[in-house]
């Protein structure tokens, strides 16, 4: 297998679908001229052309309307948002209308349709830019909500996203983009609402999504020096929830820690925890834990950002707590 970056494996899994399907197009901000804003989008205009990747005005609410409209009358478009904190310009397309019009047209409309692009903190950017949004668009029945970890998921969760017939938030890790790996060719899907375990072990389960597995691994690493052995579980979709995996896990470790980007207060986080303490609380062998961002704004300063942010040791002190050490 080849190995791509996580934006290279974005960018194959978009060419590959775009040529195999006709109705497949891309619109966002910066997609066609400028070749993306994280470069996912390099040289499809050039492949493809102006009527199939299109640049779009800095107006959220009016280019993803445009993408529901397309999706209702058979296309398949995939739109780019620069960021996901710049979806909350356009929340009213996306939740009153992608999420409901099948059901509110009791079937007569399908809306095959991708919104994707960059989510969660990067570096010092501010308040406005460093969110993880992921709960607020699994909140909402209608939508499907995928947040792959490695440039293999990427490629193979993005052509099931594009295949499938109702709108997929599709969030990608802004850090990821130059992350490297293994990606197989050709025919490669990753279903929806299949999870993976990312590594073995017996002493302890992680759930974790997003760059939040890098940081489960890392943690996992360190805890191995201390002959703790952590599993790291990935739902890689976060609706539909891979809830077997996860249950099998914890049946397996009898302890569960959930790392997660969000906020606390009704995080993806807090479902994880309540479909475990319903199903498999008599294998419990101690509370679960909870890694989060702090319930604050992001700070500016990089000092202050580490301070809100999930990190290793975090997650290390989590899994003892855990453990009881």
């Avoid at 399907?21 to 910066?30: H, P, S, T």
């Avoid at 040289?43 to 993408?67: M, N, S, Y």
């Avoid at 079937?107 to 095959?112: D, E």
């Amino acid at each position: 297998m080849p190995r791509l970056s996580y934006r290279e494996a974005l960018n194959q899994a978009m060419s590959e679908e775009m040529e195999r399907d006709g109705n497949v197009f891309l619109m966002g901000e910066e997609v066609g001229h400028y070749q993306g804003a994280y470069k996912v989008s390099q040289g499809l205009l050039q492949k493809f052309g102006e009527r199939r990747v299109i640049d779009t005005p800095i107006a959220e609410a009016g280019f993803v309307g445009i993408g529901v409209g397309a999706a209702m009358v058979g296309l398949r478009p995939i739109v780019e948002l620069m960021t996901w904190n710049f979806s909350l310009v356009a929340i009213d397309q996306i939740i009153n209308n992608a999420a409901k019009v099948r059901q509110m047209s009791g079937g007569q409309f399908k809306v095959p349709m991708v919104i994707r692009g960059p989510g969660g903190a990067a570096h010092q950017l501010g308040a406005q830019h460093s969110q993880s949004l992921e709960s607020f668009y699994a909140h909402t029945p209608g939508l499907k909500v995928m947040t792959p970890a490695t440039p293999a998921d990427a490629k193979g969760m993005l052509k099931t996203a594009i295949r499938d017939d109702d709108p997929v938030i599709f969030i990608e890790g802004e850090l990821l983009y130059p992350m490297q790996g293994h990606v197989p060719e050709g025919e490669y899907l990753v279903p929806l609402g299949q999870g993976e375990v990312k590594r073995a072990g017996k002493d302890v389960t992680i759930v974790a999504w997003s760059k939040m597995v890098h940081v489960a691994l890392q943690a996992a690493d360190e805890l191995a020096k201390e002959k703790i052995d952590v599993e790291v579980v990935d739902p890689r979709t976060i609706k539909p929830l891979d809830t077997a995996m996860i249950l099998g896990s914890v049946a397996k470790t009898h302890r569960c820690v959930i790392v997660e980007e969000g906020w606390p207060f009704a995080g993806v986080g807090a479902e994880v925890a309540y479909r475990v303490q319903k199903e498999v609380f008599d294998t419990l062998d101690a509370p679960i834990e909870r890694v989060t961002q702090m319930d604050v704004p992001m700070p500016y300063a990089l000092n202050l950002e580490d301070v809100t942010y999930p990190t290793v040791p975090k997650v290390v002190a989590a899994v003892k707590k855990s453990l009881y050490l």
